[in-house]
């Protein structure tokens, strides 16, 4: 079984660049206090350490 990794998003996209907002969204986050379960992968692990200042990550 592939080990998950549990973000809530806790700031705001408002005023992050285009491309920060376009990798929360692809990891699923669209509102603030909304948390998503993925997949660890190094492609996630990496859309996370970019956007690592909006989210708070619970590793399972």
Not at 14 to 24: K, P, S
Not at 49 to 57: D, F, G, T, W
Request: proline fraction near 3%.
């Amino acid at each position: 079984m592939a080990e998950k990794v549990k973000l809530t998003l806790t700031g705001s996209p408002i005023g992050c660049v285009q491309r920060q907002r376009q990798t929360l969204r692809g990891l699923g986050l669209t509102r603030v206090g909304k948390t998503v379960e993925i997949e660890k992968t190094p492609a996630t692990l990496g859309m996370i350490k970019k956007v690592s200042h909006l989210v708070r990550i619970e590793s399972e």
